[in-house]
């Protein structure tokens, strides 16, 4: 198998690894509602884009910071590998907006392996204090 097929290979067990270990445990939440402290609050975009930069630059504390505590909880382990986190962070930099309500947000992302197009969704809260985090995949 070449490099690229191994990349790819990994991305995809990634990707389920962490659907399983986020959407299928009970993360709780972070609240949903609160008020925007400053007129300066992050969007669920500006999480989606700082979470990306952070993970393709390898910045595993950073990157978690924009997820839940429970969600950080479930995934500190899975995303202390760099290259898993390098990965997931390619995949949710080329999300786009599905939904949003007031509390909450779903974003939309596909990746291509070997012709086939993958789908998966990232959800996002408010938490207490209505800063926008994100909940899981």
């Known amino acids: 198998m070449n490099q690229k097929k191994v990349n ?6 990634l990707i389920f690894t962490l659907l399983a270990g986020v959407l299928f445990c009970n993360c709780g939440g972070g609240g949903g509602g609160g ?3 400053s007129s300066t609050q992050k969007t669920p975009s500006d999480v989606l884009s700082s979470f990306s930069k952070a993970a393709q630059t390898g910045d595993n504390t950073a990157a978690l910071s924009d997820f839940t505590q429970s969600a950080r909880n479930a995934l500190q382990a899975p995303l202390s590998n760099k290259q898993n986190l390098s990965a997931l962070g390619d995949s949710i930099g080329k999300a786009v907006e599905y939904t949003k309500t007031e509390n909450t947000a779903v974003y939309k992302s596909t990746y291509v392996d070997n012709g086939t197009t993958y789908t998966f969704y990232i959800y996002l809260i408010k938490d207490d204090n209505g800063a926008w985090k ?3 995949f």
Request: a positive charge.
């Open 8 to 13: 790819i290979r990994l991305h995809i067990t």
């Open 35 to 37: 008020s925007p402290s």
């Open 134 to 136: 994100i909940r899981g």
